[in-house]
C-alpha cells in the first residue's frame, strides 16, 4: 500500500486532509443476479419502495409509445398516446401494472410524505409546476392524483427532502437558484439561494439535482457542483461553508456522481456525529468533450467528511474503477453499495461508454485504503437513467438506462433498457445465517424515544457483539441520487437475552426526534455479523 498526504491549507480555518491510496480490495467476488421482468414496458428512470412492499416507477411522457398499455377506459380523454409511462411493480408477487400520469414527469423528484403517500415535485413542459399524489393501496385501484400548479416555480432537475415537521423541501432545478416548501399552508413563498447560481457553470450546469441531507442539528447540508453549504432552511442563512473537494471536479449533473449521509450512530449522544460520502463524477470539461465524441474517463474518487467538526476534512480515497452515473445504496449492515454507471463520458443523451458492471461495497467502518470489496459483475448495461433501491428483504432493485431521447432498441450501442433485475449482496449468499424477525409486527406504530424488545430467531452460534438493529428509511431514486436515504443504528439497553429455542431479544431504543428521524415508516433490521434479516416495516411518529 502506497500512501500519501497532502496538507492545502487555505484562508479559511479549514484544512483538507488529502489521502492517496491505491485499495486493498477484498476480490471476495460475492453477490448474485437475478433477472426478475425481461420488460414492464418502461424505463425505470424514477423508482420509489412503499411500505406495501410495492415499487412505483415513471420515466417520462415524452418519449413516444411505451411498451405498456393502459387498460382499457383508463386512456385520458383527448390522449393520443393510450400507453402508460408509470408503472406499480409488486415485489412479492414479481407482477407489474400501469399507472396514469397525465403530464410529463421527466427528470422530476419526489419523497414519501408520513402517512406514507408519495409526493412527487415538478417534470417537463406541462408538468413543470405539477405535484403529483399517490396514495398506496392493498389492491389494483390506487392511482396518480394531479395537482396543476401546485408549485410555486417550476422545478426539473430538483431535489426533495423530508423535514422533521413532514413537510418537504423542494431544492433547485434548471435555472432555479431557490428553494420552497410542500404542502404550502405553513410557508407558500420561494426562497432564493444564491449558493446554487455560484455553483453553476456557465452552459454546462454541474449543479443540478444537488444533495441534500438533513443533519443532527436540524440543517440541511447541500452539495452541489464541487462544494457544499449548512443551510438554516428556516431563517433562510448559511451557517458553514465547506471547502471545495480537493481537485475541484464537478460531482453534480452533469458530471454526475453520488452521495449518501453515512449511518447515524451513537444516536443518544450529546452530539451526534454526522459524515457524508460522495463518489465518483466526471472531470472538469467532461461533458463539452463528450459532446465532441471525446469521452475522458469518470473519476475514480471518493471524498469523505464529518460534516458536524467545527473544522471539517475531506478525506480522498481511490475506488477500484472509475465511476459516473452510479447508485450508492445504504445497505441494512451500515454498508455502502456502488453500482450502475460508466467508466467514461457524462450523463445526458448518448455521451456515456463503458459500462461500470461490477458492483462494490464500501465498509466505512474499515481502515482507510481496505474499504472496497468487489461483488460479481452484472451484464446489463445500467447508465443514463437507471436507478436501484434497496428491498425490504435486502436486495437491490435495479432497473432503467435509456440514453437516448426515445425508446431506442436497435442499431445503437446501448438500447433503451426495459427490465427489472434484482441484486443480492454478498451477505444474501448464504440465506440460512440471517436472523428473523419474530417481534414486533410488521407495520408497528413507534414514538419518539420509546423502548421496545425486538425478538428475532439466529441459527448457529449468536455473537452478542456482533448484533445491531438499523432503521432505513425508503429513498426515492432517480438520476444517481437517492433522496431522503438515511440509515440510524438503535441504541441497546443492556445485554443481548438468550430466550432458548435459538430464540434472541434485544432491547432497543427508537430516535429522539424527528430531526434524527423525520416521521415515517422505516425498514427495521436485525444484523449479525453483517448479515441482516428481512426487514419488517414500522411507523415512528
Request: aromatic share 10%.
Amino acid at each position: 500500500m502506497k500512501q500519501s498526504l497532502i496538507i492545502v491549507s487555505f484562508f479559511f480555518p479549514i484544512t483538507i486532509f488529502i489521502s492517496t491510496l491505491l485499495p486493498s480490495l477484498t476480490n471476495a467476488a460475492g453477490g448474485k443476479w437475478q433477472l426478475l421482468q425481461p420488460s414492464i414496458g418502461i424505463s425505470a428512470m424514477h423508482m420509489q419502495l412503499l411500505n406495501n412492499d410495492r415499487v412505483v416507477v415513471f420515466d417520462r411522457t415524452d418519449f413516444g409509445l411505451s411498451n405498456l398499455s393502459l387498460p382499457a377506459g383508463k386512456c385520458p380523454k383527448g390522449f393520443k398516446d393510450c400507453t402508460a409511462h408509470s408503472a406499480e411493480y409488486d415485489v412479492a408477487a414479481n407482477t407489474f401494472r400501469p399507472l396514469t400520469v397525465l403530464t410529463d414527469v421527466w427528470c422530476s423528484s419526489g419523497a414519501l410524505a408520513p402517512d406514507g403517500t408519495l409526493i412527487q415535485t415538478g417534470g417537463f413542459n406541462k408538468g413543470e409546476r405539477r405535484v403529483r399524489v399517490f396514495k398506496p393501496c392493498g389492491g389494483t385501484n390506487c392511482d396518480w392524483q394531479e395537482i396543476n400548479l401546485g408549485l410555486g416555480v417550476r422545478r426539473w432537475y430538483g431535489t426533495n427532502h423530508i423535514l422533521p415537521d413532514g413537510r418537504q423541501i423542494i431544492i433547485g432545478g434548471r435555472r432555479q437558484f431557490n428553494y420552497e416548501f410542500y404542502p404550502k399552508a405553513k410557508d407558500n413563498k420561494v426562497h432564493d439561494l444564491p449558493f446554487l447560481a455560484q455553483t453553476s457553470d456557465p452552459r454546462i450546469e454541474n449543479n443540478l439535482y444537488p444533495f441534500v441531507f438533513l443533519t443532527v442539528d436540524g440543517n440541511l447540508f447541500v452539495y452541489a457542483n464541487n462544494r457544499a453549504i449548512l443551510l438554516d432552511y428556516v431563517r433562510n442563512q448559511v451557517v458553514k461553508t465547506y471547502p471545495q473537494i480537493p481537485g475541484g471536479d464537478p460531482r453534480s449533473y452533469p458530471s454526475t456522481g453520488s452521495a449518501v449521509l453515512l449511518p447515524l450512530k451513537n444516536i443518544q449522544a450529546r452530539n451526534v456525529e454526522a459524515e457524508v460520502l460522495v463518489c465518483g463524477g466526471a472531470p472538469k470539461g467532461s461533458f463539452t468533450q463528450a459532446l465532441r465524441e471525446n469521452f475522458i474517463p469518470a473519476l475514480n474518487t471518493c471524498a469523505r467528511i464529518k460534516i458536524t467538526d467545527p473544522k471539517p476534512n475531506w478525506v480522498m480515497e481511490t475506488m477500484p474503477s472509475a465511476r459516473v452515473m452510479g447508485d450508492m445504496i445504504l445497505l441494512p449492515n451500515g454498508n455502502v453499495l456502488l453500482i450502475n454507471g460508466a467508466g467514461a463520458g457524462t450523463a445526458a443523451w448518448e455521451l456515456s461508454r463503458n459500462p461500470n458492471f461490477t458492483p462494490v461495497i464500501y465498509r466505512p467502518g474499515n481502515k482507510i485504503g481496505s474499504r472496497f470489496e468487489l461483488q460479481n459483475p452484472a451484464t446489463i448495461p445500467r447508465l443514463y437513467h437507471s436507478t436501484a433501491v434497496l428491498l425490504r428483504d435486502g436486495r437491490i432493485l435495479v432497473g432503467g438506462s435509456n440514453p437516448h431521447p426515445g425508446y431506442n432498441f436497435t442499431g445503437v450501442l446501448f438500447p433503451t433498457e426495459l427490465s427489472l433485475e434484482a441484486f443480492s449482496p454478498s451477505y444474501l449468499d448464504n440465506p440460512n445465517l440471517r436472523p428473523r424477525i419474530v417481534l414486533p409486527a410488521s407495520q408497528t406504530k413507534l414514538k419518539y424515544s420509546q423502548k421496545f424488545a425486538v425478538r428475532f430467531r439466529q441459527t448457529g452460534t449468536l455473537d452478542p457483539n456482533s448484533v445491531s438493529t438499523t432503521m432505513v428509511f425508503p429513498s426515492f431514486a432517480t438520476h444517481s441520487f437517492s433522496m431522503n436515504q438515511r440509515l440510524l443504528v438503535l441504541p441497546t439497553t443492556g445485554p443481548v437475552k438468550n430466550l432458548g429455542k435459538s430464540t434472541y431479544q434485544v432491547d432497543v431504543t427508537t430516535p429522539g426526534s424527528g430531526i434524527l428521524a423525520p416521521s415515517g415508516h422505516y425498514l427495521l433490521f436485525v444484523v449479525h455479523r453483517e448479515i441482516p434479516s428481512q426487514g419488517i416495516w414500522v411507523f415512528i411518529n
